[in-house]
C-alpha cells in the first residue's frame, strides 16, 4: 500500500518499488480536503504503474475527529503552525491500514524522506494501528535529489508538476497548505509570491474590511455568517473569504523531530481565523485558572501531535481534559479581516463571565471597592511576612592563603 499524493516522491515511488523491490504497488489517495483533481490522481498512479489505485473521501473524517480536537486545543506548534500536515498523516495512516488488510498486504510505503517529519507520523501511526506491517520509505533508501527525481520520472515517463525550475513541494488539506524546497531553503530570502497558492498578498487584499461572525457549539464551529454547515465545509469557505483578505501566511523557522532546522511557509486561512476566535470565546467563558493550566496543556497537545504521537494513550487523556473544558464554550465571534490581519471584533455568549455591573466605572457599578483592602492584605499576607523577616547575616569570606602566611 502506497500513501499517494500524485506528487514527485510518490509518484517515483511506483516505478522505483517496482524496479528496486519488485513489489506490486497500490496507491491509496486519501481526500483530505486538497484542492486537486483526485480522479485524475488515482489515473496518474495507473498510468504510474500501481496495480490499482483507491481514493477515499475523507474530508468529514479529517475535520471532525482530527482537526476539532486540535482547533478545542488551540494547537499550534512553536506558537505558530497550525499542525495542517501533521493532523493529516495518522488519518492518511489510517486508511492505509485499512486498505492493507483489505488487500491482505503486507507492507505499507509512503513517499517521506529521511530529514522529515511526516515519515515519523506514518511510521509511528502504522506501528500503533498494525505492528504487523513493514514499512518501507523509498525515499530514504534512493539517495536521489530533487532534480534527480524529477530527471528519473521523466525517464520512467512519469508525469510530475516538479521542474527544476519550480522545485517546490507542497502539501494541501483543508487545515492548510504548506510549501518548502527551492528558494525557501535559505532563510535570508523573503518568500518569492509564486510560492502562495491559497492567499493574496496583503497589499493587495480589498481596501474594506471583510467581518466574518463564526458560530460555536461546546467549542465547534457550527455557522458561517449565520449560515450553518458541516464543519469541512465551513472551514473550506473561510479558507476563500480568510484567503482574499490575506489572512493566514506563516513563515516559520521550524524545529523538526529529527533535530534539524527547517524554513516552511504555510497557508493557513481559516486555521488562522478559527483558532483566534476560539481563543477570545474562551477568553470570555473559562475561569483564569482553567484557561491558565489549558494553556499548558496545550503546548503539550501540539508537540505530541507534531511528533507523529496520535495514537497514543497522552492524546486520548489530554483529549479528555480539553474536551471537559469545551463543555461552555458557545457564542458567537465576529472577526475583521483586514488586508492580512484577523483581529477580534466582537464577543458573545450565554456563558460569558463578563458583568458589566462588576466591570464597569459608570453608573450601576456593583462592585464592593471597600472589600478590596481586605483582599489585599490576606492575599499579600506571604509576602509581607517574608519581608519582615531579617535575612541572614552571610558567613565572612576567609583570607586569601597567601595573606595568612
Not at 239 to 248: C, Q
Request: with cysteine; hydrophobic share 40%; charged share 25%.
Amino acid at each position: 500500500m502506497l500513501a499517494y499524493s500524485g506528487g514527485l516522491d510518490t509518484s517515483v515511488a511506483i516505478p522505483w518499488l517496482r524496479e528496486a523491490k519488485g513489489l506490486d504497488v497500490v496507491a491509496v489517495t486519501v481526500d483530505v480536503g486538497q484542492p486537486v483533481d483526485l480522479e485524475q490522481v488515482r489515473r496518474k498512479a495507473l498510468a504510474s504503474g500501481a496495480v490499482a489505485a483507491y481514493v477515499a473521501d475523507a474530508r468529514r473524517e479529517f475535520a471532525e475527529e482530527f482537526i476539532l480536537p486540535a482547533l478545542r486545543a488551540n494547537a499550534q506548534y512553536e506558537g505558530v503552525y497550525p499542525l495542517s500536515t501533521a493532523l493529516a498523516r495518522p488519518l492518511i495512516a489510517k486508511h492505509l491500514v485499512s486498505v492493507a488488510r483489505q488487500e491482505g498486504a503486507t507492507r505499507i510505503a509512503h513517499g517521506c524522506t529521511g530529514k522529515g517529519n511526516d515519515q515519523v507520523r506514518f511510521d509511528l501511526a502504522t506501528a500503533s494501528l498494525a505492528p504487523e506491517l513493514a514499512v518501507i520509505a523509498p525515499a530514504r533508501e534512493w539517495g536521489m535529489t530533487r532534480e534527480e527525481e524529477v530527471a528519473y520520472a521523466q525517464r520512467c515517463g512519469v508525469s510530475v508538476n516538479a521542474t527544476r525550475s519550480s522545485p517546490y513541494s507542497t502539501d494541501e488539506n483543508l487545515w492548510g497548505r504548506s510549501a518548502e524546497c527551492g528558494v525557501l531553503e535559505d532563510p535570508a530570502v523573503e518568500p518569492p509570491e509564486e510560492v502562495y497558492g491559497w492567499t493574496r498578498a496583503p497589499a493587495e487584499a480589498p481596501e474594506t474590511p471583510t467581518y466574518v461572525t463564526i458560530e460555536f457549539d461546546q467549542g465547534k464551529p457550527t455557522a458561517l455568517n449565520g449560515e450553518r454547515a458541516p464543519l469541512h465545509g465551513l472551514i473550506a469557505r473561510l479558507n476563500e473569504i480568510a484567503g482574499a483578505n490575506g489572512i493566514g501566511r506563516i513563515d516559520h523557522l521550524e524545529s523538526r523531530v529529527v533535530g534539524i532546522k527547517s524554513r516552511e511557509v504555510y497557508e493557513c486561512p481559516a486555521a488562522t481565523v478559527l483558532i483566534a476566535a476560539h481563543q477570545a470565546l474562551e477568553a470570555l467563558v473559562l475561569p483564569r485558572d482553567v484557561l491558565d493550566f489549558k494553556r499548558t496543556v496545550e503546548l503539550r497537545y501540539a508537540q505530541l501531535v507534531y511528533d507523529g504521537l496520535w495514537f497514543t494513550p497522552l492524546r486520548s487523556a489530554l483529549d479528555a481534559f480539553v474536551r471537559s473544558t469545551q463543555e461552555r464554550i458557545s457564542g458567537e465571534i465576529t472577526m475583521k479581516l483586514f488586508k492580512g490581519s484577523s483581529r477580534v471584533a466582537g464577543r458573545r455568549s450565554p456563558y460569558s463571565l463578563y458583568a458589566a455591573a462588576l466591570a464597569t466605572y459608570s453608573a450601576g457599578d456593583r462592585f464592593r471597592q471597600e472589600m478590596a483592602e481586605g483582599f489585599i492584605y490576606v492575599w499579600g499576607l506571604p509576602a509581607r511576612t517574608w519581608a519582615g523577616l531579617s535575612p541572614p547575616t552571610p558567613a565572612k569570606a576567609a583570607a586569601p592563603r597567601e595573606l595568612l602566611s
